[in-house]
């Protein structure tokens, strides 16, 4: 059993980390590649097996299950986070947005508007940097435009550059840019609202087993003996944990998507 368990140890870590990937960093000292869900997968269940071989098999599986419970519960955390980031983000480009309007109808030259805006809004620093040191601020609005909740930049960088070229009012376009981005925003508000429900069901889900142990409980069971003891305890906990993992995810996802895409 033991050398059962090396094996399959050692080819666990293999497989996270390939030999080439060791000798990719020797001779090129750079940071390890990340692994992928090919790699992972597959090492996690040799290790689950090697495992398997050496500990009890029913608290072996709750061990595992509460490892997976903590990934999801750290990739849902990682959602939320870049969730929060692209709305700040987006208030902030609302914020500029705005300022511009208001700094170019006062009178204000659009590159000192850009380095006065800097304080409020700090993703327009490269743009500000550029408006600064006589660089293409154009070209600057259009790639800050490609950070998750900065895409109204892009309308101002279009502006900007149209702007330039034609001689063309900036502060008559950035109006529109303005109304385009209040739009979206509001759209965006509106989808929040749509998929409030639907996260609120995940929630729901994830509530669900321990509500099914306490249900077991009150009936006069011991379901935890079962759960803690027995194999077949420990898979249907496992499986149903599973399936609430996997439904949350999904759900998070496809309310992610429909906010970001708007």
Known sequence: ?????????????????????????????????????????????????ASLTVLPAAPTILAWTAAGVAVAAAVRWQRARRRRRRLVVR?????????????????VPPTTALQRLELEAPVLRAAATAAATGGDVATALLELGRRPGAEALRGVGQAW???????????????????????????????AAGVAPARATA????????????????????????VLTTVPGAACVALGVAFAVAGVLWIEGIADRLEAGG
Not at 91 to 107: A, N, P
Not at 178 to 186: F, H, I, L, V, Y
Not at 207 to 212: D, T, V
């Open 203 to 226: 929630l729901l889900v994830i509530a669900m087993p321990p509500l099914g142990l306490g249900l077991g409980t009150g009936l006069g069971v011991d379901p935890l003996d079962v």
């Open 161 to 191: 550059a149209v702007s330039q070229s034609c001689g063309v009012a900036l502060v008559d376009t950035l109006e529109r840019v303005r109304e385009a981005a209040r739009e979206d925003r509001e759209l965006e508000r509106e989808l």
């Open 1 to 49: 059993m033991r050398e059962a368990a090396a094996l399959l140890g050692v080819a666990a870590v293999l497989v996270w980390r390939p030999p080439w990937s060791w000798i990719r960093v020797r001779v090129h000292p750079v940071t390890w590649p990340r692994p992928g869900r090919r790699e992972l997968v597959p090492a996690a269940v040799l290790a689950s097996g």
């Open 91 to 107: 208030d902030e480009c609302q914020v500029v947005i705005d300022g511009l309007v208001g700094e170019l109808r006062s009178g």
